[in-house]
T-cell receptor
């Protein structure tokens, strides 16, 4: 399967600042990338779907102005949490697909907002 | 919410016993997948079953799918302490690449 990396693996930031999380597909051309959020002891909730070169599609209830997604190339998507607040503290996971059955997940980024 | 349900939410068994987890989903699917997640880590893909399949095996894993009931089960046989993790089902809808995750089952296998 594809190798997917995320950077950073964990980050602590102060309330009101912005944080950028990168998702890279290392050996795979990802036409579509997904971003998920997972709160402690809960399941993964899909936040948005991004296709290379076009605007991301956000799930209901996810603020697109707060969670900025850029999918500039077939190997890189970024999620920027703007004006982060403590309630944004979560585990953020990306996944990639080429459009087949398989979806490959990154190792996740743990965000803590103080 | 589109999220599927899983039961039990938590399961504690003795090493060597079998563990069964159930998943229900809400929409017509293309396939259903099971994932494992160790605490605070990423997801590991376990097995995929297509909508036209009823049962699938992989090593100690057995997955069933009942599309008429919109449900699936994951059976782990002869469990080991290393199987301790959270297990999630994820359904892929017919018309989309999106995966909708179930609520998860936390499995504890006691040595």
């Amino acid at each position: 399967g594809a190798v997917v990396s995320q950077h950073p693996s964990w980050v602590i930031c102060k309330s009101g600042t912005s944080v950028k999380i990168e998702c890279r597909s290392l050996d795979f051309q990802a036409t579509t990338m997904f971003w998920y959020r997972q709160f402690p002891k809960q399941s993964l909730m899909l936040m948005a779907t991004s296709n290379e070169g076009s605007k991301a599609t956000y799930e209901q209830g996810v603020e697109k102005d707060k969670f900025l997604i850029n999918h500039a190339s077939l190997t890189l998507s970024t999620l920027t949490v703007t004006s982060a607040h403590p309630e944004d503290s979560s585990f953020y996971i990306c996944s990639v697909t080429s459009g087949t059955y398989e979806q490959y997940f990154g190792p996740g980024t743990r965000l803590t907002v103080t | 919410s589109q999220q599927g349900e899983e039961d039990p939410q938590a399961l504690s068994i003795q090493e060597g016993e079998n563990a069964t987890m159930n998943c229900s989903y809400k929409t017509s699917i293309n396939n259903l997948q099971w994932y494992r997640q160790n605490s605070g880590r990423g997801l590991v893909h376990l097995i995929l079953i297509r909508s036209n399949e009823r049962e699938k095996h992989s090593g100690r894993l057995r997955v069933t799918l009942d599309t008429s009931k919109k449900s699936s089960s994951l059976l782990i046989t002869a469990s080991r302490a290393a199987d301790t993790a959270s297990y999630f089902c994820a359904s892929r809808m017919d018309s989309s690449y999106k995966l909708i995750f179930g609520s998860g089952t936390r499995l504890l296998v006691r040595p």
